[in-house]
């Protein structure tokens, strides 16, 4: 099996402390992950303590996508306006799943402008809480987007003219698979101690082959029909009621 990595809610004022300590991680494994950039952070969820925050956050940003690190605009400000889990629903709430068209379109084309004034260029999006509808389909493609880190399955996949790159339904059963693709999901702002073990335990399997997110981009999209988007649908609400009784 090949995992990348995707490290979600890049924010100026996030918890720089965990996301170093995980950097550091990365970078004695060598793994070049996805990180997803808040264009215009207002969820006060995601704000840390500041320490070790460079001084210009957009230069360091740029200079990460140097180093062969990907980018993914995730979300516009990062606040949840409905209750809705969209198409694929592992969470009950959503930044862009039921607002209407227009509005989503002004947000992404908000979001990409604030991105790309400071430099940093993208046509991945990573929607907050995973959660679209087909109005941000339409939307994404209307401004740009090529893809989303975002599904369940083993290899990339093509829907409504758009790119997935599926996650892991959970990583203890990704470890054991022999072939496919897939990625670890990863908050460093939420890290505890035990995470950082398990996580270091993870990149030194010796079945799994830690990949950069870049290469994962390269991979041969397959063609993804109804069907297999129903069972998508159907696998992240169990995965949602999963998570909500344990």
């Known amino acids: 099996m090949k995992i990348a990595v ?19 991680l990365l970078d004695r494994y060598q793994v070049k992950p996805l990180i997803g950039v808040v264009p215009q952070n207002k969820d006060e969820n995601l704000q840390g303590s500041g320490k070790g925050r460079p001084e210009d956050f957009w230069a360091y940003i740029r200079n ?5 690190w990907v980018v993914a605009m995730h979300g516009y400000q990062h606040i949840y306006t409905t209750q809705k889990g969209g198409l694929f629903p592992l969470n009950n709430f959503s930044e862009f799943a039921g607002v209407p068209y227009p509005v989503q379109r002004k ?11 400071n430099g940093v260029f993208t046509d991945l999006f990573m929607p907050p809480a995973h959660s ?24 990339p996949y093509e829907y409504k003219g758009l ?3 599926p996650i892991s339904f959970r990583m203890s059963s990704t470890m054991k698979k022999k072939s496919g693709y ?4 990863v908050h460093t702002g939420t890290n505890s101690q035990e995470d950082m073990e398990r996580y270091e335990r993870y990149f030194q399997e010796k079945e799994a082959q830690w990949i950069p997110y870049g290469e994962y981009l390269n991979v041969k999209a397959a063609r993804r029909g109804a069907v297999g988007r129903y069972r998508e649908f159907l696998l992240a609400k169990a995965k949602y009621f999963l998570v909500k009784i344990t």
């Open 64 to 68: 990460l996508q140097d180093q062969g």
């Open 163 to 165: 790119i997935f790159y």
């Open 107 to 117: 947000m992404l084309g908000e979001g990409k402008k604030i991105l790309e004034e």
């Open 132 to 155: 679209y509808d087909l109005s941000t389909l339409k939307a994404l493609k209307d401004t740009g987007f090529k893809g989303l880190t975002d599904g369940f399955g083993s290899c």
């Open 6 to 24: 995707r490290l979600d809610d890049i924010t100026p004022d996030m918890d720089w402390e965990g996301f170093l300590c995980f950097k550091e």
């Open 182 to 185: 897939s990625t670890m999901v």
